[in-house]
């Protein structure tokens, strides 16, 4: 029923810039808090950022000060602002709820952070 579409990944150099987004079909964002999660080749996923339907936001402590988690109900789409890019944030990143996750993650989108 609700799908998750990631996008806005890219190759960017160290210290650069990017700017996730993530598009549902649903107005999820208004009643589930939701985060972005990545997994780097031969890792486990792990959760970076997470928004509450309250507004709440909270980092894991490796992206503190250099992710921003947000979202925009109206237009159904969450974004995580990425700066101060490191070589250690290479991974593809993903959407999903934080409670109850939907099974059936979405393609992600890659972040690559290389010189």
């Known amino acids: 029923q609700v799908q998750l579409v990631e996008s806005g990944g890219g190759l960017v150099q160290p210290g650069g810039s990017l700017r996730l987004s993530c598009a549902a079909s649903g107005s999820i964002f208004r009643i589930n808090a939701m985060g972005w999660y990545r997994q780097a080749p031969g890792k486990q996923r792990e959760l970076v950022a997470s928004i509450t339907s309250g507004g709440s936001t909270a980092y894991a402590d490796s992206v503190k000060g250099r992710f921003t988690i947000s979202r925009d109900n109206a237009k159904n789409t969450m974004y995580l602002q990425m700066n101060s890019l490191k070589p250690e944030d290479t991974a593809v990143y993903y959407c999903?709820?934080?409670?109850?996750?939907?099974?059936?993650w979405g393609q992600g989108t890659q972040v690559t952070v290389s010189s």
């Open positions: 999903n709820k934080i409670r109850d996750l939907y099974p059936y």
